[in-house]
């Protein structure tokens, strides 16, 4: 119950409280009303950001105060203490600078989560506030304000850095000694402070008034916000006094910490200090009411309207005077595939012996005999090609690393330095009627230069190089088509096929005619003509719009593909699409019209690679098939391929079997250095990912990175979104997104904090935080969270260690893989029933199991892609398509006592669902019901609905099991679980 609940009765509210805590041994509950966690649980529109609109410099290094102050400051002048001088350690030297980061100024950011005002007590701090010299970030406001209302919030940091006693206060001068004291805070303990241990970042508000004043204390605007932060709390006391007259000049003040004074340092790691998160002041007269700006009201970027696209044609008379397509020497695609020979040793010049076998595509390693991973690596493969030449001869090198060079009979046909993006060499000058010998030479990772980019990932050890996606012979005639991209309209039921072509030779238009094909029939399902103009270099193009007789849309749970073939008077090329849309709206995907909501996994193929049970796994067609049924089996529809690109065979199974990926470029630089990235390169890189990937329905996001931010990717994303004519969004990673309406990345671990417990879900924010404010609303895909690692046999990771003896000290393996599974599905249940995120995306489906290995997988036996049961029971549950969560966290409950459970349910389907929702309890480790309750229950079409159970808790003394399960006939059971014990006393907080 909230501390100002109204209690039934006729006692004085005072005396009821002053009864009830003497009878339970409690302190007594403070009259300030909590608002959540987060940065979304702040009010918003105080007198220092009205507009919800302040953008902090945050380059708090070492700038002037003039340089650092927010360019749309709406504040007159700030000062703080402790402030050093010249010549003195540059902690703090106005509010605005930090040392670290972290200036006095950063309380008024309205981001506890992620910004926050720091003092070492040794450097700069001076040993800690005292009442004499009491820490203080001061504010000149342009006017004079009464203070009705203000919040205070905990910073990110550690609990002992929580200011302990503490004022709000107002003057007319700002001057030392004319100051008054309009709120003190003079705590002796936790128990009596505002400021709880957890959960951090929380915000706290003070009231001069109680509910049934607050419309006259404050007028409509803050009352209509105020009764939305409360959600039906009443407030039956007002925490301070309304103060007699209007200040210009507020200051928060700190007087003691958590934290004892001292100088002294014992451990470096965690130095004594004070920290602070937040702090909103508000008049009735002051700021605005509204809360940040929104896109056309649309949490997700503008909705985008269906386009009617009518099929195009072509005048006969015009077709007739061009080439029929098909009448010349028509495309050969060659297979190098399989078997080469390579050697090791040499720079610029391949070796005289090549001997060891190697498999292709795969990673030097897998060489027999072996040759180690570093180095140069010569790869050599003999072809034959039948008499006569033809015009157009290219060797396609789908994806090697590193710095790829390519010699054919001796002659060098150029270099490519992406390593995860295509080469095309021009094989014509040195390619030979009857036998040829092709040459490919790479190198390790260290051969890369600068600015290119080679991978780099903080959390591998191993680069093996390798060819590792296949190579191809391409021959045709001088009417090379060099690309299609095929861009449906679903609700025209056209697909338009834009074509390119190099530059024409004689002057001469071409014709390309493109036939449309069922993949799973053969049945033509289009067909239609465009025309290439001669003019155009070093390239021209061409587009025509077919309409689709009998349209099937492609979608996770129909992958149905067509195949399209472009051919001109010499060339043929084929390639599949299928007919989707897929649009961000009001925060969440929309797939052909309807609400699609991401539910998935992360693939971090190139940690893999140095998994010892790897081998040639990922180049084996049926174990990647297998791969993506066990992830189609745990409901989910999603994934990212993470810091990592895998061979193209493994977009084409994803188009087959409905997986929807957001396609992550394999960058990782959380501290680049200048000269890291260069825009040129990477538009370079991404036009060539681009052009590679564009036909697959499976790809629905262009991930530019991960946890990166640097200006050089944002620059290379405006410049190449524009060639893919389907508009799909982008992920920036940790910076800004490019566009409105771009993916808010977020990658939020509860338990990267290891005093994190699983009942203080029940305390945090259900919006998920990201690297900045995504003030623009984007769309979030949540896809990293949890932070609870297990090796494959059960062991933590490096990562995870400390967490599991937090909260599991002395555990089995076995032990650890049961409450991994159900800490995760608790999480998923939490982030996915929030509805704040258009993806929730675990981390991760296929990584690696290896010592000193940060993160793993979920396997048992990954050569059989066999699932810990563990993670199979109770994560597959908590992905269900119609899911099911107790809302419920506390460890323990009263015995004897009533409570009220509510069981929310959500729907992601496009129909309506209609079933029973039963609520047991049973003994921990029995099948015996203790109890059991039974509710039918219907849930709307992408709806949510919430179903609450009142359930006496059972005799203490015994570890219980709380179960939701969500009953239909013919239909899986979904459950969700929280683990309990029943005992005769219960301390809160």
């Not at 028509?330 to 012996?353: F, H, M």
């Not at 681009?690 to 990175?705: F, G, K, L, S, T």
């Given at each position: 119950?909230?501390?100002?609940?109204?209690?039934?009765?006729?006692?004085?509210?005072?005396?009821?409280?002053?009864?009830?805590?003497?009878?339970?041994?409690?302190?007594?509950?403070?009259?300030?009303?909590?608002?959540?966690?987060?940065?979304?649980?702040?009010?918003?529109?105080?007198?220092?950001?009205?507009?919800?609109?302040?953008?902090?410099?945050?380059?708090?290094?070492?700038?002037?105060?003039?340089?650092?102050?927010?360019?749309?400051?709406?504040?007159?002048?700030?000062?703080c203490a402790p402030a050093n001088g010249p010549g003195e350690i540059g902690h703090q030297q106005h509010p605005y600078q930090s040392w670290v980061g972290t200036p006095a100024s950063a309380i008024v950011w309205n981001m506890p989560e992620d910004k926050k005002w720091y003092v070492g007590f040794k450097d700069g701090g001076y040993g800690g506030p005292t009442d004499a010299k009491p820490y203080y970030l001061a504010i000149q406001l342009k006017d004079a304000h009464v203070l009705t209302h203000f919040t205070i919030a905990s910073s990110q940091d550690k609990p002992l850095r929580d200011p302990k006693t503490w004022s709000i206060q107002g003057s007319d001068t700002g001057k030392d000694g004319e100051w008054t004291d309009l709120y003190k805070c003079t705590a002796a303990d936790r128990a009596s402070s505002p400021f709880r241990e957890y959960p951090r970042c929380e915000t706290m508000l003070f009231t001069s008034f109680t509910s049934a004043d607050m419309a006259k204390s404050v007028g409509p605007e803050n009352t209509k916000k105020l009764l939305a932060k409360l959600n039906g709390k009443v407030l039956n006391k007002a925490d301070f006094a309304r103060p007699a007259k209007a200040y210009p000049w507020f200051r928060v003040v700190i007087y003691?910490?958590?934290?004892?004074?001292?100088?002294?340092?014992?451990?470096?790691?965690?130095?004594?200090?004070?920290?602070?998160?937040?702090?909103?002041?508000?008049?009735?007269?002051?700021?605005?009411?509204?809360?940040?700006?929104?896109?056309?009201?649309?949490?997700?970027?503008?909705?985008?309207?269906?386009?009617?696209?009518?099929?195009?044609?072509?005048?006969?008379?015009?077709?007739?005077?061009?080439?029929?397509?098909?009448?010349?020497?028509?495309?050969?695609?060659?297979?190098?595939?399989?078997?080469?020979?390579?050697?090791?040793?040499?720079?610029?010049?391949?070796?005289?012996?090549?001997?060891?076998?190697?498999?292709?595509?795969?990673?030097?390693?897998?060489?027999?005999?072996?040759?180690?991973?570093?180095?140069?690596?010569?790869?050599?493969?003999?072809?034959?090609?039948?008499?006569?030449?033809?015009?157009?001869?290219?060797?396609?090198?789908?994806?090697?690393?590193?710095?790829?060079?390519?010699?054919?009979?001796?002659?060098?046909?150029?270099?490519?330095?992406?390593?995860?993006?295509?080469?095309?060499?021009?094989?014509?000058?040195?390619?030979?009627?009857?036998?040829?010998?092709?040459?490919?030479?790479?190198?390790?990772?260290?051969?890369?230069?600068?600015?290119?980019?080679?991978?780099?990932?903080?959390?591998?050890?191993?680069?093996?190089?390798?060819?590792?996606?296949?190579?191809?012979?391409?021959?045709?005639?001088?009417?090379?088509?060099?690309?299609?991209?095929?861009?449906?309209?679903?609700?025209?039921?056209?697909?338009?096929?834009?074509?390119?072509?190099?530059?024409?030779?004689?002057?001469?238009?071409?014709?390309?005619?493109?036939?449309?094909?069922?993949?799973?029939?053969?049945?033509?399902?289009?067909?239609?003509?465009?025309?290439?103009?001669?003019?155009?270099?070093?390239?021209?193009?061409?587009?025509?719009?077919?309409?689709?007789?009998?349209?099937?849309?492609?979608?996770?749970?129909?992958?149905?593909?067509y195949e399209l073939e472009a051919r001109s008077q010499s060339d043929v090329l084929k390639t599949r699409f299928g007919m989707r849309s897929l649009t961000f709206e009001d925060g969440h995907a929309v797939l052909n019209g309807k609400p699609c909501f991401l539910r998935g996994t992360n693939v971090t193929l190139y940690r893999f690679f140095e998994d010892p049970q790897r081998a040639a796994l990922p180049w084996t067609e049926t174990w990647v098939r297998q791969l993506f049924k066990a992830y189609r089996d745990l409901y989910w529809n999603a994934l990212r391929f993470s810091i990592s690109f895998p061979p193209e065979k493994w977009y084409e199974i994803a188009d087959e079997m409905g997986?929807?990926?957001?396609?992550?470029?394999?960058?990782?630089?959380?501290?680049?250095?200048?000269?890291?990235?260069?825009?040129?390169?990477?538009?370079?890189?991404?036009?060539?990912?681009?052009?590679?990937?564009?036909?697959?329905?499976?790809?629905?996001?262009?991930?530019?990175?991960?946890?990166?931010?640097?200006?050089?990717?944002?620059?290379?994303?405006?410049?190449?979104?524009?060639?893919?004519?389907?508009?799909?969004?982008?992920?920036?990673?940790?910076?800004?997104?490019?566009?409105?309406?771009?993916?808010?990345?977020?990658?939020?671990?509860?338990?990267?904090?290891?005093?994190?417990?699983?009942?203080?879900?029940?305390?945090?924010?259900?919006?998920?935080?990201?690297?900045?404010?995504?003030?623009?609303?984007?769309?979030?895909?949540?896809?990293?969270?949890?932070?609870?690692?297990?090796?494959?046999?059960?062991?933590?990771?490096?990562?995870?260690?400390?967490?599991?003896?937090?909260?599991?000290?002395?555990?089995?393996?076995?032990?650890?893989?049961?409450?991994?599974?159900?800490?995760?599905?608790?999480?998923?249940?939490?982030?996915?029933?929030?509805?704040?995120?258009?993806?929730?995306?675990?981390?991760?489906?296929?990584?690696?199991?290896?010592?000193?290995?940060?993160?793993?997988?979920?396997?048992?036996?990954?050569?059989?892609?066999?699932?810990?049961?563990?993670?199979?029971?109770?994560?597959?549950?908590?992905?269900?398509?119609?899911?099911?969560?107790?809302?419920?966290?506390?460890?323990?409950?009263?015995?004897?006592?009533?409570?009220?459970?509510?069981?929310?349910?959500?729907?992601?389907?496009?129909?309506?669902?209609?079933?029973?929702?039963?609520?047991?309890?049973?003994?921990?480790?029995?099948?015996?019901?203790?109890?059991?309750?039974?509710?039918?229950?219907?849930?709307?079409?992408?709806?949510?609905?919430?179903?609450?159970?009142?359930?006496?808790?059972?005799?203490?003394?015994?570890?219980?099991?709380?179960?939701?399960?969500?009953?239909?006939?013919?239909?899986?059971?979904?459950?969700?679980?929280?683990?309990?014990?029943?005992?005769?006393?219960?301390?809160?907080?």
């Amino acid at each position: 119950m909230s501390p100002r609940q109204q209690l039934p009765g006729k006692l004085p509210l005072a005396l009821v409280f002053s009864c009830a805590f003497a009878a339970l041994n409690l302190p007594p509950v403070l009259a300030y009303e909590s608002l959540g966690a987060g940065n979304s649980s702040l009010l918003g529109g105080d007198l220092t950001d009205p507009d919800d609109t302040l953008k902090p410099v945050e380059d708090c290094g070492g700038g002037t105060e003039e340089a650092l102050r927010p360019k749309n400051a709406t504040w007159v002048k700030m000062t703080c203490a402790p402030a050093n001088g010249p010549g003195e350690i540059g902690h703090q030297q106005h509010p605005y600078q930090s040392w670290v980061g972290t200036p006095a100024s950063a309380i008024v950011w309205n981001m506890p989560e992620d910004k926050k005002w720091y003092v070492g007590f040794k450097d700069g701090g001076y040993g800690g506030p005292t009442d004499a010299k009491p820490y203080y970030l001061a504010i000149q406001l342009k006017d004079a304000h009464v203070l009705t209302h203000f919040t205070i919030a905990s910073s990110q940091d550690k609990p002992l850095r929580d200011p302990k006693t503490w004022s709000i206060q107002g003057s007319d001068t700002g001057k030392d000694g004319e100051w008054t004291d309009l709120y003190k805070c003079t705590a002796a303990d936790r128990a009596s402070s505002p400021f709880r241990e957890y959960p951090r970042c929380e915000t706290m508000l003070f009231t001069s008034f109680t509910s049934a004043d607050m419309a006259k204390s404050v007028g409509p605007e803050n009352t209509k916000k105020l009764l939305a932060k409360l959600n039906g709390k009443v407030l039956n006391k007002a925490d301070f006094a309304r103060p007699a007259k209007a200040y210009p000049w507020f200051r928060v003040v700190i007087y003691a910490c958590f934290n004892g004074n001292t100088m002294d340092v014992p451990d470096p790691s965690n130095p004594p200090g004070f920290a602070l998160g937040q702090l909103e002041l508000f008049s009735s007269a002051g700021g605005k009411s509204a809360g940040p700006a929104t896109v056309a009201g649309n949490k997700g970027g503008n909705k985008v309207a269906p386009k009617t696209v009518e099929p195009t044609a072509v005048d006969p008379q015009i077709l007739a005077a061009l080439p029929a397509p098909g009448t010349g020497e028509l495309r050969k695609t060659v297979s190098l595939d399989g078997e080469w020979e390579i050697a090791s040793g040499g720079g610029d010049a391949p070796p005289a012996q090549f001997g060891s076998k190697i498999p292709v595509p795969g990673l030097v390693d897998l060489a027999k005999p072996g040759l180690g991973e570093s180095g140069v690596f010569w790869y050599r493969r003999k072809f034959t090609v039948a008499a006569p030449l033809t015009a157009v001869a290219v060797i396609k090198v789908f994806k090697a690393m590193y710095t790829t060079r390519v010699f054919l009979n001796g002659k060098p046909l150029g270099e490519h330095l992406g390593n995860y993006t295509p080469g095309y060499f021009d094989a014509k000058p040195a390619i030979r009627e009857g036998a040829n010998e092709l040459v490919i030479r790479i190198a390790d990772h260290t051969s890369v230069p600068r600015s290119q980019q080679w991978g780099h990932d903080d959390e591998k050890t191993r680069y093996t190089p390798g060819i590792y996606d296949s190579v191809q012979l391409i021959l045709c005639g001088p009417q090379h088509i060099l690309r299609v991209q095929a861009v449906p309209a679903v609700e025209s039921k056209v697909v338009t096929v834009h074509a390119w072509m190099p530059a024409a030779t004689g002057g001469k238009d071409s014709r390309i005619h493109f036939t449309v094909r069922e993949v799973a029939t053969g049945k033509v399902a289009a067909e239609g003509d465009c025309v290439m103009p001669a003019a155009g270099a070093p390239e021209r193009t061409g587009f025509a719009s077919l309409r689709i007789s009998d349209c099937h849309l492609w979608s996770p749970e129909t992958p149905f593909l067509y195949e399209l073939e472009a051919r001109s008077q010499s060339d043929v090329l084929k390639t599949r699409f299928g007919m989707r849309s897929l649009t961000f709206e009001d925060g969440h995907a929309v797939l052909n019209g309807k609400p699609c909501f991401l539910r998935g996994t992360n693939v971090t193929l190139y940690r893999f690679f140095e998994d010892p049970q790897r081998a040639a796994l990922p180049w084996t067609e049926t174990w990647v098939r297998q791969l993506f049924k066990a992830y189609r089996d745990l409901y989910w529809n999603a994934l990212r391929f993470s810091i990592s690109f895998p061979p193209e065979k493994w977009y084409e199974i994803a188009d087959e079997m409905g997986l929807l990926v957001q396609d992550e470029f394999p960058i990782w630089n959380m501290y680049p250095k200048p000269g890291d990235f260069d825009a040129a390169n990477l538009e370079q890189e991404f036009t060539e990912w681009m052009q590679e990937r564009w036909n697959h329905p499976c790809v629905i996001i262009w991930d530019a990175c991960n946890e990166t931010g640097v200006p050089e990717i944002a620059t290379a994303i405006g410049k190449v979104r524009g060639l893919d004519f389907s508009n799909r969004v982008w992920d920036n990673g940790w910076a800004q997104a490019e566009r409105v309406g771009d993916i808010f990345e977020s990658h939020h671990y509860h338990y990267k904090d290891v005093q994190f417990k699983p009942h203080y879900l029940g305390r945090v924010p259900k919006t998920p935080k990201g690297s900045y404010r995504n003030t623009d609303k984007n769309p979030v895909i949540l896809n990293e969270y949890g932070w609870l690692w297990l090796n494959r046999d059960g062991s933590p990771t490096t990562l995870t260690a400390e967490v599991y003896n937090n909260l599991l000290p002395g555990g089995t393996n076995s032990q650890r893989q049961q409450l991994h599974a159900k800490l995760l599905a608790q999480q998923t249940e939490f982030w996915r029933h929030s509805r704040e995120c258009a993806g929730v995306l675990e981390f991760c489906g296929l990584g690696y199991s290896r010592p000193g290995g940060q993160t793993s997988d979920h396997w048992t036996d990954v050569t059989k892609l066999t699932w810990e049961p563990e993670f199979y029971k109770y994560v597959k549950d908590s992905f269900a398509p119609v899911g099911v969560m107790i809302e419920a966290y506390e460890p323990e409950y009263l015995a004897g006592a009533a409570r009220d459970f509510p069981v929310s349910i959500i729907n992601d389907l496009s129909l309506p669902w209609e079933g029973s929702l039963r609520l047991r309890i049973t003994k921990a480790g029995e099948s015996a019901v203790v109890k059991e309750e039974v509710k039918p229950f219907k849930v709307g079409p992408a709806g949510a609905t919430k179903v609450t159970f009142k359930i006496t808790i059972p005799p203490a003394g015994a570890d219980y099991v709380l179960e939701a399960a969500l009953m239909k006939a013919g239909q899986p059971v979904a459950r969700s679980y929280r683990d309990f014990k029943s005992a005769t006393s219960v301390q809160p907080r």
